[in-house]
């Protein structure tokens, strides 16, 4: 398998870092969407990652799509999400609204990147976005006493909450203050702290277009 993309990007990375946990063994492409956009267009018209290039020269794409396609490999007493019921569909949850979050937090980055002057309305609706995915998951957060949100073992909710976290606090640094989210920001060095996170990591740079 080759997984196409830098991991300073929360998606990319989840991806990685199930991967590893898995044990399943990858090539890491460290591709930029926008320096390197035509190389993943070979792969993925979308030109987005990550793009994961199967064993059979299928490249799945979106984090989401990809780490079914795993958990169907790996099978679901190994998967990082339970199979069925209730704790699947609150991880599935949990997952979207941080998803959402990184999803947000990218429009940001773009914003304060490519724009001269910045416009103060879909700020203020990405800002707010934010905060009500944070709040909405440190209540989820807060509400659960285990090592992780389901329990003792990390699973794709852990991870993605954790990618999230870091991702927006380093590209939109100072944006947003931490200290509001005292079981988030927990959460997130908790995972930080396990040698897989220290080993899939990247920190963030922005690649403009026309650089690779």
């Given at each position: ?35 390197e956009a035509d190389k993943i ?15 059979d020269g299928v ?154």
């Amino acid at each position: 398998m080759m997984l196409i993309g830098q991991y300073d990007s929360p998606f990319v990375r989840r991806v990685a870092i199930a991967l590893k946990l898995y044990r399943i063994p990858f090539e890491h492409a460290p591709w930029s969407s926008f320096g390197e956009a035509d190389k993943i267009a070979g792969h993925n018209p979308l030109r987005r990652v990550p793009t994961l290039v199967m064993d059979d020269g299928v490249a799945m794409m979106d984090s989401w799509a990809i780490l079914d396609a795993l958990d169907q490999i790996v099978g679901p007493n190994e998967a990082l999400i339970a199979p069925s019921g209730p704790d699947r569909r609150e991880s599935m949850r949990l997952q979207a609204l941080a998803a959402g979050a990184a999803d947000k937090g990218v429009s940001l980055v773009y914003e304060r990147a490519f724009r001269d002057e910045a416009l103060e309305h879909w700020v203020a609706r990405c800002r707010a976005q934010v905060t009500g995915a944070w709040d909405a998951l440190e209540k989820a957060r807060s509400a659960r006493s285990g090592p992780w949100l389901f329990g003792d073992e990390i699973g794709h909710a852990d991870i993605i909450l954790a990618t999230m976290l870091r991702f927006i606090s380093e590209a939109l640094e100072g944006a947003f203050d931490l200290s509001a989210w005292p079981a988030l920001a927990a959460h997130s060095a908790r995972a930080e702290a396990l040698p897989v996170f220290q080993e899939i990591c990247q920190p963030y740079r922005l690649v403009p277009p026309g650089e690779g």
